[in-house]
C-alpha cells in the first residue's frame, strides 16, 4: 500500500489541525492503520492507531482527549484531528499501516511495514 499525508501547517496553541493520509489499493480495509510523528532530533513515537473497521483505537498518554484518529473505507483514507495543539506537538507526522493483526493494539513502528511521506505540523507558542 502507498501512502500519502496531507493537511499539515502552522497553527498557533490551542489550534487544531486534520491531517489526512490517502492510501492506494482495494484492499485498504485490511490494514490497520497508524500515526507516528517525529520532533526534531528525536526518534519517532507512536501517536495514535485504528484497527480495520475503525471501530477500535488506541493513543499515546500525551494526546488522549486531544486527538481523534479515524478512517474512511470508502474513501480509503484515516485522519487525526489535532485539537488543543501544543508547542510540544510540533513534529513531522507519519501515517503507516500493517496487514498484520499483530498490530492491533501496537505502538511499535517496527510493526507497521508501510509509511507515508510525512506531514510537517508546526505550533507556536
Known amino acids: 500500500v502507498q501512502l500519502q499525508a496531507s493537511g499539515g501547517g502552522l497553527v498557533q496553541a490551542g489550534g487544531s489541525l486534520r491531517l489526512s493520509c490517502a492510501a492506494s489499493?482495494?484492499?485498504?480495509?485490511?490494514?490497520?492503520m497508524g500515526w507516528f510523528r517525529q520532533a526534531p532530533g528525536k526518534e519517532r513515537e507512536f501517536v495514535a492507531g485504528?484497527?480495520?473497521?475503525?471501530?477500535?483505537?488506541w493513543y499515546t498518554d500525551s494526546v488522549k482527549g486531544r486527538f481523534t484518529i479515524s478512517r474512511d473505507n470508502a474513501k480509503n483514507t484515516v485522519y487525526l484531528q489535532a485539537n488543543s495543539l501544543q508547542p510540544e506537538d510540533t513534529a513531522v507526522y507519519y501515517c503507516a499501516a500493517s496487514s498484520s493483526r499483530r498490530s492491533y493494539g501496537s505502538t511499535s513502528r517496527t510493526d507497521f511495514g508501510s509509511w507515508g511521506q510525512g506531514t510537517l505540523v508546526t505550533v507556536s507558542s
Open positions: 489499493g482495494r484492499t485498504f480495509s485490511s490494514y490497520i
Open positions: 485504528i484497527e480495520w473497521s475503525g471501530s477500535s483505537s
